[in-house]
């Protein structure tokens, strides 16, 4: 019994360790061309979803770790600048920016 089990147990690691491997996500960051209302931006996190950022026009706005309210407020803020007339717009565009940089891999 022991040969056997032996025989099979390397295999069966080694095929689910494969599996897992298949669907787990990437060693890089993970980043996403976007355009929002108020231009084109990039959205990135990490390989585990623990440390996201956005990118826009050579800038970088981080995230503290994955709460990305507060850089999402800056990144709308410099976008949109001359853009928004009103609150509820601005606030849509804050929306558009959090929802973008939920990479999948959180």
Request: glycine share 8%.
């Amino acid at each position: 019994m022991k040969t056997i089990m032996k025989k099979w147990l390397l295999p069966a690691l080694f095929t689910g360790t494969l599996v897992f491997a298949a669907y787990a996500c990437s060693l890089d960051d993970v980043c996403e061309d976007s355009t929002g209302a108020c231009g084109k931006f990039t959205a990135c996190c990490d390989s585990e979803g623990a440390n996201c950022w956005y990118v826009y026009d050579g800038q970088t706005f981080n995230c503290n770790g994955a709460e990305c309210g507060d850089a999402a407020t800056e990144l709308a803020e410099v976008m949109c600048a001359d853009n928004l007339k009103s609150y509820e717009e601005f606030n849509a565009v804050r929306q558009q920016l959090l929802d973008a940089i939920d990479c999948g891999c959180k």
